[in-house]
Nanobody, 121 residues
Framework: QVQLVESGGGLVQAGGSLRLSCAAS????????WNWYRQAPGKQRELVAT???????SYSDSVQGRFTISRDNAKNTVYLQMNSLKPEDTAVYYC???????????????WGQGTQVTVSS
C-alpha cells in the first residue's frame, strides 16, 4: 500500500525559514505530479506549489518568490523550502502525489498526514 509521510513542520518567527519533506513508500512505478497544499483554520484547502515529472514548477501568487518545491526521484521524496515566512502562512501543510503503481493500471492520488506550520509575529 502506498503511503506518504511528512515531516519538518514547527514554530518559526516571521521572516524565518522552514523546510518540509514528504516521502512516498510502497510499490511505486512513477510519481507524475507532486503537490503541496495548505489549510488554515476556517478556510478551504489551497494549492501552493506543484512539481511535474517533466521538471515544471508552479506556485500560488501568495508564495511566489518565497517558497521553492523540489523533488528527489531516486528517493521518491518532495521538499518545500519556505523562506520569508509570514503569519498568514500559518496552516497545516499536506503533500499530495499523483502516481502509478507497479503492475496496476491507472493513476492514484495519495495524501500525506499533514504537518503544522505556525509563524509568530
Amino acid at each position: 500500500q502506498v503511503q506518504l509521510v511528512e515531516s519538518g513542520g514547527g514554530l518559526v518567527q516571521a521572516g524565518g525559514s522552514l523546510r518540509l519533506s514528504c516521502a512516498a513508500s510502497g510499490s511505486i512505478f512513477s510519481i507524475n505530479v507532486w503537490n503541496w497544499y495548505r489549510q488554515a483554520p476556517g478556510k478551504q484547502r489551497e494549492l501552493v506549489a506543484t512539481s511535474t515529472s517533466s521538471g515544471d514548477t508552479s506556485y500560488s501568487d501568495s508564495v511566489q518568490g518565497r517558497f521553492t518545491i523540489s523533488r528527489d526521484n531516486a528517493k521518491n521524496t518532495v521538499y518545500l523550502q519556505m523562506n520569508s515566512l509570514k503569519p498568514e502562512d500559518t496552516a497545516v501543510y499536506y503533500c499530495n502525489a499523483v502516481l502509478r503503481r507497479v503492475g496496476v493500471p491507472g493513476s492514484l492520488s495519495t495524501w500525506g498526514q499533514g504537518t503544522q506550520v505556525t509563524v509568530s509575529s
